[in-house]
């Protein structure tokens, strides 16, 4: 008796748990490389940012909720990470 062929594929939350694992990578790369400068921390928190958008999106399940409430963690996001740049800023300064 054949047993019916299942089509490969991979889901969205291993994708995404994929993504967030290369990304991590580089992130740690970047660490252990010894890199340093405006660019690069712009890179990492960008990296930071992307990180936290997949995760508050496919595994806390804001992707299926209204607007607003991605809205708000959205803009908590953007309001830690300007702050974060502020401050890398003014110690540069």
């Excluded at 967030?20 to 990492?44: D, F, K, P, R």
């Excluded at 496919?58 to 991605?70: A, N």
């Amino acid at each position: 008796m054949d047993t019916p062929h299942k089509p490969h594929f991979i889901r969205p939350c291993t994708r995404v748990w994929l993504a967030l694992m290369i990304l991590t990578c580089l992130t740690y790369a970047i660490g252990e490389a010894g890199m340093g400068g405006t660019a690069v921390m712009l890179t990492v928190l960008g990296t930071a940012v992307v990180k936290v958008e997949l995760v508050a999106g496919y595994f806390m399940g804001l992707r299926r909720t209204r607007w607003l409430w991605r809205g708000i963690v959205l803009g908590w996001l953007l309001l830690v990470a300007g702050l974060i740049t502020v401050a890398y800023f003014k110690a540069l300064g």
